[in-house]
């Protein structure tokens, strides 16, 4: 699932190509669903500009200058994709023969907006994204958006705060970490990066934490995004940047999906775990 680092990537891409400019088109397939509109009801979106581009946690948001946001949560497998596309009934492919678009992983677009002779397009191999179209003044009314923990990008992100947040809780930090209304953003990626950079493993209960571990996943988790987003995110399956190219950070993880690999720091074996329903990884020498 795309995390805050592939958000952010995301954004930063599309800015600059689509900020006020027109919606001249709009396209989906019979399956896509989009919640609180109908499908002819999204033609009012029809040649109105994109006013704005931001995150929430996971959430990227288009502010329309109709007073409309319209929301998009990537899940598992989606991904936005932004080129001059040849459309041939229902395949989208770049005309440039080469074009990282072109990667199989990028051929199931499900939604797409116009802008001059270029699309902003959702592939999404699963069906799972979510889009949503909203009245911008309701916004704050929609969950888990208005649920949403700590931006640890953003100004709000304050030693107290962040502990506060953790201390009400008494759960395993990596449950706590994956949690949007604690922490927004992190996800099974970088919250295991964090730990291990951290030194704490995914197991122990926040209580049992001391003010150093504390203070150590304070200082991780920004520096880690941060990397993240300089290498434009990271790709394992599903999902590639704007461009169609994939993210480099995979270079650069210690841990996520290593398992039975050498450690980097010690040389033993890198171990996993199930937490929630979730696979967390980690080193049993370098994590206490």
């Not at 502010?63 to 946001?69: A, E, F, G, Y």
């Not at 899940?75 to 023969?97: M, N, R, V, Y």
């Amino acid at each position: 699932m795309p995390e805050l680092p592939e958000v952010i990537t995301t954004i930063n891409y599309i800015y600059p190509y689509i900020i006020n400019k027109k919606i001249k088109d709009i396209w989906f397939d019979k399956k896509t669903k989009i919640e609180n509109l109908t499908n002819k009801s999204i033609s009012q979106l029809k040649n109105k500009c994109i006013t704005d581009i931001y995150n929430i946690g996971k959430y990227i948001l288009f502010n329309i200058d109709n007073d409309l946001t319209l929301i998009i949560h990537q899940k598992l497998s989606g991904h936005l994709l932004f080129s001059k596309f040849k459309i041939d009934q229902t395949t989208w492919k770049s005309p440039e023969t080469n074009s990282p678009i072109n990667d199989p992983n990028n051929r199931f677009i499900r939604f797409a907006l116009k802008f001059n002779n270029q699309w902003l397009a959702l592939s999404d191999s699963r069906r799972l994204a979510r889009i949503t179209l909203t009245n911008t003044k309701n916004l704050q009314k929609i969950k888990p958006i208005n649920q949403m923990g700590i931006n640890p990008l953003s100004n709000n992100w304050k030693y107290d705060l962040f502990k506060q947040k953790l201390k009400t809780h008494s759960i395993e930090i990596k449950k706590a970490l994956l949690s949007q209304n604690i922490i927004s953003g992190l996800g099974n990626i970088y919250s295991d990066e964090v730990l291990f950079k951290s030194k704490i493993k995914p197991t122990r209960k926040i209580p049992t934490l001391s003010e150093k571990e504390l203070k150590q996943l304070f200082k991780y988790i920004p520096l880690i995004l941060t990397e993240a987003i300089k290498n434009k995110g990271t790709t394992f399956n599903t999902y590639r940047n704007p461009d169609g190219n994939s993210g480099k950070f995979i270079n650069y993880l210690n841990v996520y999906q290593r398992k039975n690999k050498n450690c980097k720091i010690c040389n033993n074996k890198i171990e996993s775990i199930k937490i929630n329903g979730r696979t967390s990884y980690f080193c049993n020498h370098c994590q206490k």
